[in-house]
């Protein structure tokens, strides 16, 4: 999990967690994380790999995770250091979906097809990243599923059918173009005033640009008293946004899995999202939210405007997300499920 810096990610937050329960079983887990290695090496990719080489031949473990880190794991690769060691390589996310430039995308899927060839087994975090990883040449019989779990905290929920006032959205995601908070922006411009209330809860500094540009389509449109940016919030303030919201918005380009919308589904939240990627997995069109084609800000603002008119619309629907989530793995089914992948990696066994 080498990286420059700590991101408040769910595939950061997945990791950690999986750290703690295979210690908490039984396993001798160590890290090798920014935090943990020489002050300045992280920013030298040639040092830091030799770094992590040295450590691994060094401690001999009976298996290795890759979480990410493609700056420091091609080196490494090439240098034979997993030769003697098996590998459980962690694809949380389809780098190339980001990349516009069609020959840059396809180079990026060779790429991980290349690092993905060291893997004994790969972790993905659902049904559509596993046929992307399949689609670009690894064996079905190397990719497991195992979906993240998340914090079934609250037993009641709300009462959200006594509430008067403006129905409020809650937007959850880093403010970035692939969660692509601009097209609800957008569509804000066709709905009611006075009938809505935004909230964007997530980092402002993922893409510092990007937020930046939000901000002023904000003002542009004179939605500031519509629209509020909250940035990055602790556990508990989100918890308090998602109590206090109606409906939860994700307009996202593109999403291997979607922690924030099965945590509000949690919630007892509608959600309305983008009809790509891993979100049809969890947001059933019609039944516990809205599906609506990705990019297109008049059907998301329909889409919008059709559970802010109907109170009882989003209150079935509210009630389908939380049956749904309420069958979803939680942290501790998602830990059992990732230490069993875990051994089977290993070819057996792991150190205690």
């Not at 160590?30 to 450590?55: C, D, M, N, Q």
């Not at 497991?144 to 006594?162: A, H, V, Y």
Request: hydrophobic share 40%; with cysteine.
């Amino acid at each position: 999990m080498l990286g420059k810096k700590d991101f408040h990610s769910g595939g950061y937050g997945f990791n950690f967690r999986m750290v703690e329960y295979l210690r908490s079983n039984g396993a001798a887990v160590e890290i090798i994380h920014f935090t943990t290695v020489p002050a300045g090496l992280p920013l030298k990719w040639f040092s830091a790999s030799r770094y992590i080489r040295r450590e691994i031949r060094k401690k001999k473990p009976d298996l290795v995770i890759v979480s990410k880190s493609y700056q420091y794991v091609p080196l490494l690769r090439l240098m034979s250091t997993f030769s003697d060691v098996p590998v459980l390589y962690l694809m949380h996310h389809l780098e190339w979906m980001d990349v516009r430039n069609k020959l840059k995308a396809f180079m990026y899927r060779v790429y991980v097809r290349w690092l993905l060839g060291m893997a004994e087994r790969v972790w993905v975090n659902s049904r559509n990243t596993l046929e992307a990883i399949a689609g670009v040449g690894i064996s079905r019989d190397r990719i497991r599923i195992i979906n993240p779990g998340f914090e079934k905290t609250i037993g009641s929920l709300p009462d959200r059918s006594s509430r008067r006032g403006p129905v409020k959205l809650l937007c959850v995601g880093s403010i970035s173009p692939r969660k692509a908070q601009h097209l609800l922006v957008e569509a804000c411009k066709y709905i009611e005033r006075g009938s809505f209330e935004v909230e964007f809860a997530g980092s402002v500094e993922s893409d510092m640009e990007y937020a930046l540009s939000v901000q002023e389509a904000i003002k542009r449109e004179h939605l500031s008293d519509s629209i509020r940016v909250s940035g990055e919030l602790s556990p508990e303030d989100l918890i308090k946004a998602y109590f206090k919201a109606d409906i939860l918005v994700h307009p996202a380009s593109w999403e291997a899995f979607g922690m924030s919308i099965l945590d509000g589904m949690w919630f007892g939240l509608p959600v309305i999202a983008s009809d790509i990627a891993a979100i049809p997995e969890l947001v059933r069109d019609g039944e516990n939210g809205l599906l609506v084609r990705q990019g297109d800000v008049e059907e998301l603002a329909d889409a919008l405007n059709s559970l802010i008119r109907n109170k009882d619309l989003r209150l079935q629907m509210g009630e389908k997300s939380r049956m749904f989530a309420e069958n979803q793995n939680d942290w501790a089914d998602t830990g059992k499920e990732f230490m069993e992948l875990v051994i089977t990696a290993a070819g057996g066994g792991i150190s205690e």
